[in-house]
Nanobody, 130 residues
Framework: QVQVVESGGASVGAGGSLRLSCTIS????????LGWFRQAPGKEREGVAA??????????ADSVEGRFTISRDKTPTSVSVYLQMNDLKPEDTAMYYC?????????????????????WGQGTQVTVTS
């Protein structure tokens, strides 16, 4: 059974940094994507960043390019994916979700589409105050 667990959300002032972590267990192939998504109140869920488990392909939303960095570590039984968020802005405030897909993607359009992901965590709240 695949389990996805996020952590690291907090409240931080504008310009600050946070590092989100996510551990995915029960799914150990290399050929699938891991993604970070976020959803602010009253808004649709949007893709933030995605990375293939093998680490050779990654994508970012334009709104976070240059400020956020996605990375991953893999063991024989689990994989961890991280989102380093720097220069945070109030508009980054949202619930952040980690997700895994059973599919490989070759475009940001598909990799950052939440409908293409199959396993989701419960989310971790990030609040950026001005």
């Amino acid at each position: 059974q695949v389990q996805v667990v996020e952590s690291g959300g907090a409240s931080v002032g504008a310009g600050g940094s946070l590092r989100l972590s996510c551990t995915i267990s029960g799914y150990t192939t290399n050929e699938y994507f891991l993604g970070w998504f976020r959803q602010a109140p009253g808004k649709e869920r949007e893709g933030v960043a995605a990375i293939v488990v093998g680490g050779y392909k990654l994508y970012y939303a334009d709104s976070v390019e240059g400020r956020f960095t996605i990375s991953r570590d893999k063991t024989p039984t689990s994989v961890s994916v991280y989102l380093q968020m720097n220069d945070l802005k109030p508009e980054d405030t949202a619930m952040y979700y980690c997700a895994a897909s059973r599919t490989l993607f070759y475009s940001a359009f598909r990799a950052l589409d939440s409908r293409n992901y199959h396993y989701w965590g419960q989310g971790t709240q990030v609040t950026v105050t001005s």
